[in-house]
Structures are given as structure tokens and as C-alpha cells.
């Protein structure tokens, strides 16, 4: 039987996230955030889609400045949903960023630790614990603004971007990505700053949806009941991103966990809001299928019986409602029944889902980001031509991102990625180690599909 999880409330401007409130669902935009008129026309895209919050990434001052245009503009024409801005590199971008937005997300990750570059660094505890000054010694002064000026904060941990500190000591773990959490979370408890919104994201389901458990215990212990917002990063696009959101945010969802969804795609931003509409309605039903294909187990399979009146609702609902199980290795087969499609298709669809639990690999995987204003080269067309010249390599997994953000760290889950340097310039990488830098955009796709080859011994 579903029970969500109980939380505090935050405010975000006009609308609350946990407590009592429901799920609430939101998206990102795509646009060069100085661009004010792009901004708001994409924003007004998502809000009329059903987004009840829109983030842009604010990558420097200028861009945080601007959301104070996007946001009067936005009011002007009767668009009151609360805006949210992305920080990353630049502390103090942060700062600016909370005198005009209701939200802002900050990365415990680069928030004042430098970008993550895979060193191992050897820290005393006294060291160790003079770090953490250093964030308290900025952090502390952004509260004191988002309390005065009534800003809500996301902290916002990314599976792909933890700190070499974090790394150095705790190693790439669950337990290391619930510590980078947590070190910022007790500093805004310190400081009484209630008003705050937890993610943590990865692009493995397991890998989230592990991690995101252990948040909620480790908050527990400490006596914490923020909301939590919940997303598989770098989903990709397609019935492959649908399928993997719908595992991971499903599995947590079936068991009580979240408060606020974006479904991460490759696409449009507002196409990502009817996907998480669909989750968060079919929690019910979904909560009631696993119990189902939970008792249904034999033989190493998961039989599940599912009705559903398209096929993108099909795909949706089978992965939530098994997510979890697969995750946690109950079964290492699925059998899904349904009369209206043909027994290839739920085969597909099954051998998909496997796939997204990381079971069972039976094609390549793309591992793409949706895109933001940091994204310098046409995403979706650099998907296309990647997956077209990559579609037969069964079993390899492809990391294709708009920056540098998650780029690098995500590429550890990846064999090979292609990442933005710059306006214009790509990366290339093996795993984790960048293999060629600054790449002109017009000859990347043909050099990692090059390199791709050579390195797997592909005429």
C-alpha cells in the first residue's frame, strides 16, 4: 500500500514542496539564459505543458542579473510559477542569483570546491575539517541572503560532479554521495535555514535510487525531513529515457520517496512534463502492480500482468512497477503480458527495462544530458548522428554532454563520451580520461565514431 514519506514544507514562491502539498513537477530550460525573450517563451512552453517550477542554468552574474528580466517579463504577461537558477563553479553567482529568483539549486560538488579533476588528495582530519570552514565561510553569507529576500535552496548533489575531496575520502560510493549532501545540510540546520529542497541524481538508476534511500535513512538518524526531489540524470531521449526515468524515479516513488520530479530528456523540456504527469499519477496503481509481481516471482522471473491504453503508458507503468524489484536483484528476467501488443514488442520493452536496472544489456545505451544554456552544440542532432553510426554496438554505453557540468564524471559510467569544451569545441573521452580536446563541432561525431572503432577493433 502507498504511503509517502512525511516531510517539512519549503515555500518556493507562491506554491510548497512536501508536508502536505502534492507532487509537484518541474522542467529546464534550454535557451542561452541572457537570451530574456527565448527564456521566456520556453518557459511559458513548460508552465502551459503543467511545469509548477522552471530552472535555468545561471552559469556567471550576467545570467543571474538577467533572471530578474525573464521573471518580470514572465509576471508581466501573468506567468506567476516560481523560477529556479542553477549555480555551479562561482559561489558568489549564487548570492546574486538569490535576489531574483525563488529558488536557487547549488552543487555541494564545485560550490566552493574546485572542479573535479580525479586526484586523489590526502587530508589530516584537521585539514578535512578546515575545508569544511571554508564552505561554511561561504555558505553561510548566501543564507543570510535567500533569508532575507524569502529564496528557497535546492542542494543538489550529481552523482557526476563529486568533489576530489569527497572522492579522495570517501571513495565513489553511495555512503561518499550522501556525505557531500549532508555536510551542506547540517551547516543550513546550524544556521535555522529551513526553506531547502534535497536532490540526488545519477545517471544509473541503481546507482540513484541506492544513494537516494540512504539519504533518507542518514536524514532520519540526524532527525532531518526535508523534501526530496527525485531524477535519473542524463536519461537520454526517447522510449530509452522514459524507460530509465520510469525505473529509477518509479522505484523510489512506489515506496513513499519524493516530493518533486523532473524527468530528465533529450528533448524539448516541455515534453519532459506529460512523462512525470504520467509517474506521479500512476503511484497508486504502480505501488499495488509491485506488490503483485513481487508475489508473482518464480524462477528467477518477474511475471507481470499490465493494462495499459497506449504504449507509452505501457512502458512507463511496467518500469515503475518493477523498478525497484529489479534494482534490488529479485528477479534477472521479466515476462510482461498485456493483449494488445504483440509478444515481440513486450519482449523488447521487457529486455529495455532490464536494461535501464542494469540486468541485462541487449543494446548500446546513451547515457545524453537534456541540454542548457551552458549547451554550445545542437544536442539533438548530435544524438541523432551518434546513435545512427553506433546503433549495432550491443552492450556499449555512450555519454554524449552539453558541458562540462557532469560531462567528465558521468563518463566514468560511460565507455566513451562526447562532451562540450566551449562554443564550438568538443571533448572526447575514454571512461573518465579525456583522450582529445577542442575538437572543431563539424569533426567531433566523425572522430569519436573513428576513435570508437579503432579502439574496439571495429573494421
Sequence with gaps: MYKRRQSSETRVGNIGIGGQNPIRIQSMGTVDTNNTEGCVAQAKRIIDAGGELVRFTTQGTREAENMKNISAQLKADGYNTPLVADVHFTAHTADVAALYCEKVRINPGNYVDPGRTFKHLEYTDEEYAAELQKIEAKLVPFLNICKEHHTAVRIGVNHGSLSDRIMSRYGDTPEGIVESCMEFLRIFRRENFNDVVISIKASNTVVMVTTMRLLVATMDKENMHYPLHLGVTEAGEGEDGRIKSAVGIGALLTEGIGDTI???????????????????????????????????????????????????????????????????????????????????????????????????????????????????YNLQETIAKIKAATKDMVGLKIGIMGCIVNGPGEMADADYGYVGAGRGKISLYKAKECIEKNIPEEEAVERLIEFIRKDRGIK
Excluded at 512534463?273 to 496503481?285: G, H, N, Q, S, Y
Excluded at 507481470?304 to 507503468?317: M, R
Aim: glycine residues 2%.
Design 262 to 376: 523532473r524527468v530528465s530528456l533529450s528533448e524539448e523540456p516541455e515534453c519532459e512534463i506529460p512523462v512525470a504527469r504520467k509517474l506521479v499519477d500512476m503511484i497508486p496503481e504502480c505501488t499495488k502492480l509491485r506488490e503483485e509481481a513481487e508475489a508473482s516471482i518464480k524462477d528467477d522471473t518477474i511475471t507481470l500482468n499490465v493494462d495499459a491504453p497506449d504504449w507509452e503508458t505501457l512502458q512507463l507503468k511496467a518500469a515503475m512497477a518493477v523498478g525497484a524489484l529489479l534494482i534490488d536483484k529479485k528477479a534477472h528476467n521479466l515476462s510482461i503480458l498485456n493483449s494488445q501488443f504483440s509478444t515481440e514488442k513486450l519482449v523488447e520493452l521487457a529486455d529495455a527495462i532490464l536494461q535501464a536496472a542494469r540486468i541485462k544489456f541487449t543494446k548500446t545505451e546513451y547515457i545524453s544530458c537534456p541540454g542548457c544554456g551552458r549547451t554550445l
